[in-house]
């Protein structure tokens, strides 16, 4: 089993910052792709970044330049830093873990609780 819990999530104005943390817990040794999702009310939730183990990357179109993702394996952590936020980007925010590499769509095995992200203009 695999716990997430993240924490940053708040309310910020357009062209802010915030850095989203996510703790992991849990047996992870085959845990190979962290990744952050989102969800607006009324729409489905939707992939914005991943981290493979080797270090590979993969961001949504409506985040590259902004978002970067990163992980401290020596503190099990991972980041989303968000800058140049945007009222669109305003979104439930999930930490999640999947099983093996960033292949193929977006999917995960494990799921965080979510941290709220408002932005306002």
């Known amino acids: 089993q695999v716990q997430l819990v993240e924490s940053g999530g708040g309310s910020v104005q357009a062209g802010g910052s915030l850095r989203l943390s996510c703790a992991v817990f849990g047996l992870t040794y085959s845990i190979d792709c962290m990744g952050w999702f989102r969800q607006a009310p009324g729409k489905e939730r939707e992939g914005v970044a991943r981290?493979?183990?080797?270090?590979?990357?993969n961001y949504a179109d409506s985040v590259k330049g902004r978002f970067t993702i990163s992980q401290d394996n020596a503190k099990n952590t991972l980041y989303l830093q968000m800058n140049s936020l945007k009222p669109e980007d305003t979104a439930m925010y999930y930490c999640?873990?999947?099983?093996?590499?960033?292949?193929?769509?977006?999917?995960?095995?494990?799921w965080g609780q979510g941290t709220q992200v408002t932005v306002s203009s």
């Open positions: 981290i493979a183990s080797d270090g590979y990357t």
């Open positions: 999640a873990a999947v099983y093996g590499y960033c292949s193929g769509g977006y999917r995960a095995d494990y």
